[in-house]
Structure formats: C-alpha cells, structure tokens
C-alpha cells in the first residue's frame, strides 16, 4: 500500500506555507497513477498557489512494485535518512531487487529497466561502455547517460546522452549480445541482489569494470 504524508512547506518565493502531499512509500501495483507520474517525472514536482513558484522537491522515497520484483529507494544527495537501516529491515526480500538512486530522473530509469526485466547492472556496464567510445568519438563529457529502449526482435538496446556544452541528447543504440557479455561480467563482479539495497549507477559501473579488467585470465594451454 502506499504512504501519504502531508506537510507544510514554505515557499521560497512569497514565504507562504503551503500543505504539500508526499509519497513515502509508493506501491505500483496499488498505484499505477504514481508510476505515471514518476515516469512522466511531475511525481516531485511543486507548486505555489500563491505566487506561481514552482521547483522540483524530492524526498526519501521507496518505490515498489511487486509485479516486476523490484524495490528502489529514492535517497536525495544531503538527506539524513540511512539506506543501511532500510536494508536491514527488507533483507528476508532475497528474491526482490533492491536499489538506491539519488535523483527522479535515476529512479524513472531504474523502472524502465526492471519493467523490461533487464539486470539494471549489466545495462550500467554497456552504458559505462558506450559513453567511453562517444567520449572518445566528440572530445566531450558525458554529463549524463540513460536507459532508453530495448527491442528484442530487432536485437537492440539504446540510450540517451547529454554532453557537455550542448542541450542536444544524442542516442546510440548497440546489440543485445553486448548485454549479453555485460550481464556475465556483472555476475562475477558487480554487488549481487541478496546484498541489499545498494547503489548500481556510473561509478559502480567503472568499478566493475575495473575489477573485470584486472582479473586474471586463462591461459589457451590452462583452458585446454
């Protein structure tokens, strides 16, 4: 069931108080009109009746969904909620991914993925993957980089990134066998589900990565 709380906010432009519901806790199956809205990103969205302000105002925020077998912890940077405490409680769910994200835009994502019933750590490693080449490609920094799409009968999966001094999203889409080799090395290196909820974004990315990278291989006469 999910979790309505009401409190009052003070708006930054007028100063006026304003009763601002929030969602704690969101169950996607009991409501899909949340999962809308935290697709469509207007979940956190705020408004002042009073003087027009409007911001985006995010809060510690757990998402569920039953259906799809995922839980993702909305966690924004500066909150003085622990996750660990939240792991802790939810560690019988082995069965259930769990995840933390620091932004509405990570938490959309995240959802996406596990809606498609992709292993959102082999889908940051092809990310991770195909950014490096862009980067390589343009000379630019990659801002940011989402999941986009995935199409099975045409074999494949893409993505969105926003680069460094331009407002123009450039999309790149590569094979699922990519996936495929991202989800092998994501098994052996990368946090596994029954750890809890745990970040799984860029930075793990490159970790996994780097381990994957600095492991030692077989021999063609040790595998023979």
Sequence with gaps: MSTQITKEILC???????????WPGISADEDPSLRERALSETLFDWFCPECGYSARFLYPCLYSDRTHGFMVYLLP????????????????LADVKKRIVSTGLELREKILIFEKNLDDRAVELVKYAI??????????????????????????????????????????????????????????????????????????????????????????????
Excluded: W
């Design 12 to 22: 930054p432009g007028c100063g006026a108080s304003v009763s601002t519901a929030m």
């Design 77 to 92: 940077e500066g909150s003085p909620q622990e996750p660990v405490e939240l792991g802790d409680e939810l560690a019988s």
């Design 131 to 224: 950014a490096d080449v862009l980067q390589a490609q343009t000379g630019a920094k990659i801002l940011e980089g989402y999941f986009r799409m995935v199409d099975h009968e045409q074999n494949r999966i893409g993505f969105s990134y926003l680069l460094e001094n331009t407002d123009r999203l450039l999309h790149r889409t590569t094979s699922l066998e990519v996936y495929d080799k991202s989800l092998e090395v994501a098994r052996s290196f990368a946090p596994a589900d029954s750890s809890g909820f745990f970040r799984m974004g860029s930075a793990e990315a490159a970790n996994c990565m780097k381990a994957y990278t600095s492991a030692p291989r077989e021999s063609e006469s040790e595998k023979a």
